[in-house]
């Protein structure tokens, strides 16, 4: 699906490391809901944000997608994050983040770009700060919906690489440490439409609930582990 000039190009940043302790120690990304594997179900969000896209996992990726894995493995999400930022290089100006047990991020990715397409083309937020070219909008890392209780869903989330990749660097260590530390000093632009699918599959319960709700999600009634 070609993007619209105006809509930045997005990479894509799979985190797909993590144990599934409640899951029994599955692979989430080989779970199943509506007949696709997780992973695939996510990766689907590719084409439509123009950008490459990486797995931070240990699992086998389709062809034309790249794999990567924190060193030494099993570091957490940040260090997933940082591993996958290394291995997109910096085409891009703006990164996608995404666990991969939200079934519906395919969907909600599609909303979040287009929110962030309006605001590249809000007079005024043409020139961003990290140059006039059209493509970053003044004052905003990160684009997320937020759940019912007004959290941000910061693994389900678009940002600005230059802001994300600064936070990193902040960090006297990013192995074991949380998403929160990483992302709280950012500029978030909370983003309403797409919010119905945002939700992930931490237990068995959770991944029979998601089979056949796909499209009609409620908001909130699973949030992603903020805390990685």
């Known amino acids: 699906m070609p993007v619209h000039p105006s809509v930045p190009v997005v990479d894509l940043l799979v985190l797909a490391g993590g144990r599934g302790s409640r899951l029994g120690g599955r692979d989430k990304g080989a779970l199943v809901v509506e007949g696709r594997p997780l992973l695939d179900r996510v990766l689907a969000a590719a084409p439509g944000l123009g950008g490459r896209a990486v797995v931070v996992g240990r699992g086998t990726v389709p062809d034309g997608v790249l794999r990567t894995l924190?060193?030494?493995?099993?570091?957490g999400p940040v260090a997933g994050i940082a591993?996958?930022?290394?291995?997109?290089?910096?085409?891009?100006?703006?990164?996608?983040v995404v666990a991969v047990d939200q079934p519906g991020a395919r969907q909600a990715l599609t909303a979040l770009h287009a929110a962030l397409g309006e605001l590249v083309d809000r007079p005024g937020q043409?020139?961003?700060?990290?140059?006039?070219?059209?493509?970053s909008p003044d004052g905003v890392d990160a684009l997320?919906?937020?759940?019912?209780?007004?959290?941000?869903?910061?693994?389900?989330a678009i940002y600005r690489r230059g802001a994300l990749a600064a936070a990193l660097a902040a960090l006297p260590r990013v192995r074991d440490v949380s998403v929160r530390r990483l992302v709280a000093d950012l500029a978030w632009h909370p983003v309403g439409p797409g919010a119905e699918h945002v939700g992930d599959v931490d237990t068995?319960?959770?991944?029979?609930d998601w089979e056949g709700r796909t499209g009609s999600a409620t908001m909130g009634r699973h949030r992603p582990e903020l805390e990685g």
């Open 126 to 135: 043409g020139a961003g700060r990290d140059g006039a070219d059209g493509t």
């Open 144 to 156: 997320a919906h937020a759940d019912a209780t007004g959290h941000l869903q910061w693994l389900l």
């Open 83 to 96: 591993a996958g930022l290394d291995a997109l290089g910096e085409e891009a100006d703006w990164v996608a």
């Open 204 to 208: 068995w319960a959770d991944l029979a």
């Open 70 to 75: 924190e060193d030494p493995p099993d570091g």
